[in-house]
């Protein structure tokens, strides 16, 4: 039965021939943000690479190479925090750069660590007599604020770098640095990849909302394991790299929201944008601030 035939005597009107244009490209979909994650990964691996190009070899030769890294990482850092202090407060940046190169010069010549602390003393005291003579002469002042300011970037920052010159220059000091970096690079690696796909419990949310606590177990397993798989490298004892790796998985998280408290407040995203896909040296270095103080107060006790 043909039952699309038409009626007899029907006359059939034929569809009239449309000329057909070119076929569209077929645009391709990609997920909402797709393009820009791609782009964000691609610069964020740039990044890690420069980085690890400037720290690794200046760990392994040691000596004035990874004092003069660890200066100008040490130095860049201080004056984006000061940029960063300097949003809300008066702060004396040209007594903290002279404080900051006095103390990592005092250390890179092995100097008494006594001579470094006592400069922090000394900025502390010239910050505090440039407030007098502006308070003489303009009738302002802004002591509380500067001295504080001032004297926390001294602290916060350049005293860890200086920590980490000392550890490079101990017995087996290249495989106790090596080790903070590595395992806070793999804590931060894991935190972020993990945390990013698979993230949904909120870690801390008021000071980082993109964090979670799938990250932060990701980011303390990936720093255990590699704090693990390191003494077999190095043919080292496991105890003190395991230890490292368990401070970087837990301490390297906290020190990574400390600096995110500090941007939240002055209301930037990033301290600088020196390092492709991770912001500023402050930035990228937040983590290894923290991990590498308590490194360097667990050498000195047992030392």
């Known amino acids: 039965m043909a039952l699309h035939k038409p009626p007899s005597g029907a006359k059939v009107k034929l569809r009239e021939q449309v000329p057909q244009s070119a076929p569209t490209p077929r645009k391709k979909w990609a997920a909402p943000g797709g393009e820009w994650a791609r782009s964000e990964w691609a610069q964020r691996a740039l990044g890690a690479a420069l980085v690890i190009v400037c720290i690794l ?5 040691g000596g004035w190479v990874w004092d003069t890294v660890a200066s100008l990482i ?34 890179s010549l092995n100097f008494s660590y006594a001579l470094s602390l006592s400069t922090i003393t000394l900025v502390a005291m010239l910050v505090l007599f440039t407030e007098i003579v502006r308070r003489q002469s303009s009738g302002v002042s802004y002591a509380l604020s500067n001295v504080g300011g001032t004297i926390f970037g001294l602290v916060y920052i350049v005293l860890p770098w200086s920590f980490m010159i000392l550890i490079r220059s101990a017995t087996n000091g290249h495989i106790f640095l090596f080790t903070i970096f590595l ?12 945390g990013s796909r698979w993230g949904s419990t909120p870690f801390c949310s008021k000071v980082s909302p993109k964090k979670s606590w799938e990250g932060f177990w990701a980011g303390f397993f990936a720093s255990l394991i590699c704090g693990s798989v390191l003494p077999i490298y190095f043919d080292f004892p496991p105890m003190p790299l395991v230890l490292l790796g368990t ?22 995203k990033d301290t600088g944008s020196v390092i492709p896909g991770h912001g500023g040296f402050l930035d990228r270095f937040d983590s290894i601030l923290i991990n590498a103080s308590i490194a360097f107060f667990i050498i000195e006790s047992v030392s």
């Open 74 to 107: 040490a130095l860049g850092s201080l004056m984006e925090l000061y940029k960063l202090l300097q949003s809300k407060h008066r702060i004396s940046k040209g007594w903290g750069l002279a404080g900051g190169v006095a103390i990592l010069v005092f250390v």
């Open 247 to 268: 401070i970087c998985g837990i301490a390297g998280q906290f020190g990574d929201l400390g600096e995110s408290v500090l941007k939240r407040e002055a209301g930037v």
């Open 57 to 61: 070899p200046g760990i392994y030769f």
């Open 183 to 194: 395992c806070t690079w793999s804590c931060d690696t894991a935190a972020n990849v993990i």
